[in-house]
């Protein structure tokens, strides 16, 4: 099993290290081979995506992938940030589908700032679109016009982008709780009018799963009223953006939560749902089990090895069962501990 590891920036290399150390405890036949992206790669290679990265990744059966960005790079060029390396392996790929899960750990339920009873069980799957929509459209720019600068981006979907998406949707509602919540803004915008139509007609392919809509004010708002309404919810990129970082702070806190990001082969880049963290970077404080699950999910969907996804998750629960927590989790009567004790601990739970 090759795997491209991509630390990236910030506390990239502090929580990969972590993950790197629980996947080689497997004992599994994994081939992992380090490259650059983000800033990293800028300032060694002038490219946030290097053709030797992009060689390695197109090689490999998975990506692992830290964070990258950080305010050192804020004033560089557009295509020299550290995110547009992010948005190209996403297209280079062909990963179209990116599912984050946000669920509580009843170990966790202090740490939400929503009442426990509210988030209590929370178990929410969301699938949001990755290669289309107003990141990718064209035309798009900043330009003069009539003596005063003028910004624009294209919002745009084809059919297919659509029925594609969903589609990933009701099959993972499948194995869930079979209720997907299709997010639109169809009351003005005519782009997603044809995302509900699409979904409305691929609903037909799948008569045990429930499909419903809202419009995406409404869904952010429900998030935060009453998220355990939902099961599965699909949106397209910007939409899906917003909310999976909404949803994931109903956890308590973001640094628990993974995410994949899919190709038609379940070929797939995993990666933590948080960022860079530049101002702990280096201090040894991060959290670094959200890789750890992004190294189970890649696992599960890619290896299809669901013994040892779970392993590793059954790991990350014992852990927190025992009351250890890094900073961005910990209360009054837990354990602080830091990065590489939090990778000691699950390696001794594993």
Same mark, same amino acid.
């Given at each position: 099993m090759?795997?491209?590891?991509?630390? /990236?920036?910030?506390? /990239?290399?502090?929580?990969?290290?972590?993950?790197?150390?629980?996947?080689?405890?497997l004992?599994?036949?994994?081939?992992?081979?380090?490259?650059?992206?983000?800033g990293?790669?800028?300032?060694?290679?002038?490219?946030?995506?290097?053709? #030797?990265?992009? !060689?390695l990744?197109?090689?490999?059966?998975?990506?692992?992938?830290?964070?990258? /960005?950080?305010?050192?790079?804020?004033?560089?060029?557009?295509e020299?940030?550290?995110?547009?390396?992010?948005?190209? =392996?996403?297209k280079?790929?062909g990963?179209?589908?990116?599912?984050?899960?946000? =669920?509580?750990?009843?170990?966790?339920?202090?740490?939400?700032?929503?009442?426990?009873?509210?988030?209590?069980?929370?178990? *929410?799957?969301?699938?949001? &679109?990755?290669?289309?929509?107003?990141?990718?459209?064209?035309?798009?720019?900043?330009?003069?016009?009539d003596?005063?600068?003028?910004?624009?981006?294209?919002m745009?979907?084809? &059919?297919?982008?659509?029925?594609? *998406?969903?589609?990933?949707?009701?099959?993972?509602?499948?194995?869930?709780?079979?209720?997907?919540?299709?997010?639109?803004?169809?009351? +003005?915008?005519?782009?997603?009018?044809l995302?509900?139509?699409? !979904?409305?007609?691929? !609903?037909?392919?799948?008569?045990?799963v429930?499909?419903?809509?809202?419009? +995406?004010?409404?869904? !952010?708002?429900?998030?935060?009223?009453?998220?355990?309404?939902?099961?599965?919810?699909?949106?397209?990129?910007?939409?899906?953006?917003?909310? $999976?970082?909404?949803? $994931?702070?109903?956890?308590?806190?973001?640094?628990m939560?993974?995410?994949?990001?899919?190709?038609?082969?379940?070929?797939?880049?995993? &990666?933590?749902?948080?960022?860079?963290?530049?101002?702990?970077? /280096?201090?040894?404080?991060?959290?670094?089990?959200?890789?750890?699950? $992004?190294?189970?999910m890649?696992?599960?969907?890619?290896?299809?090895?669901?013994?040892?996804?779970?392993? *590793?998750?059954?790991?990350?629960?014992?852990?927190?069962?025992?009351?250890?927590?890094?900073?961005?989790?910990? &209360?009054?009567?837990?354990t602080?501990v830091?990065?590489?004790?939090?990778?000691?601990?699950?390696?001794? #739970?594993?």
């Open positions: 090759k795997i491209c590891v991509l630390p /990236g920036d910030g506390i /990239g290399p502090e929580i990969m290290a972590e993950a790197v150390r629980v996947l080689k405890a004992d599994l036949k994994l081939e992992m081979e380090e490259a650059l992206l983000g990293c790669a800028v300032d060694a290679a002038k490219d946030p995506f290097p053709e #030797a990265t992009q !060689a990744a197109k090689a490999a059966d998975a990506v692992l992938l830290g964070a990258v /960005g950080g305010p050192q790079w804020d004033n560089n060029p557009r020299l940030r550290p995110e547009r390396g992010l948005l190209r =392996i996403r280079d790929l990963l179209f589908a990116n599912l984050r899960p946000a =669920i509580l750990y009843p170990e966790l339920a202090n740490a939400s700032t929503l009442k426990p009873e509210v988030v209590a069980g929370l178990d *929410i799957l969301i699938v949001r &679109e990755l290669t289309g929509d107003i990141y990718f459209g064209q035309p798009r720019g900043i330009e003069l016009r003596g005063e600068r003028y910004g624009y981006n294209t745009h979907y084809t &059919e297919s982008e659509i029925r594609r *998406i969903l589609r990933v949707a009701f099959d993972a509602a499948r194995k869930r709780n079979r209720k997907v919540c299709s997010v639109d803004k169809m009351n +003005v915008l005519e782009c997603t009018q995302w509900r139509d699409v !979904a409305t007609e691929t !609903a037909k392919e799948y008569p045990d429930e499909l419903s809509h809202m419009l +995406v004010d409404n869904a !952010a708002m429900q998030l935060v009223k009453n998220p355990k309404q939902f099961d599965v919810m699909v949106t397209g990129n910007m939409f899906g953006d917003i909310l $999976s970082d909404e949803a $994931s702070m109903l956890t308590g806190s973001i640094g939560l993974p995410s994949a990001s899919l190709d038609a082969d379940n070929k797939g880049l995993y &990666e933590p749902s948080h960022g860079s963290a530049p101002d702990i970077a /280096g201090k040894g404080v991060a959290n670094p089990l959200a890789t750890i699950l $992004s190294a189970a890649m696992l599960r969907y890619t290896f299809g090895n669901e013994e040892s996804a779970q392993r *590793i998750e059954a790991a990350v629960k014992k852990v927190l069962a025992q009351g250890l927590r890094t900073g961005d989790i910990y &209360e009054p009567g837990t602080r830091g990065t590489r004790e939090m990778g000691d601990a699950v390696l001794a #739970a594993l």
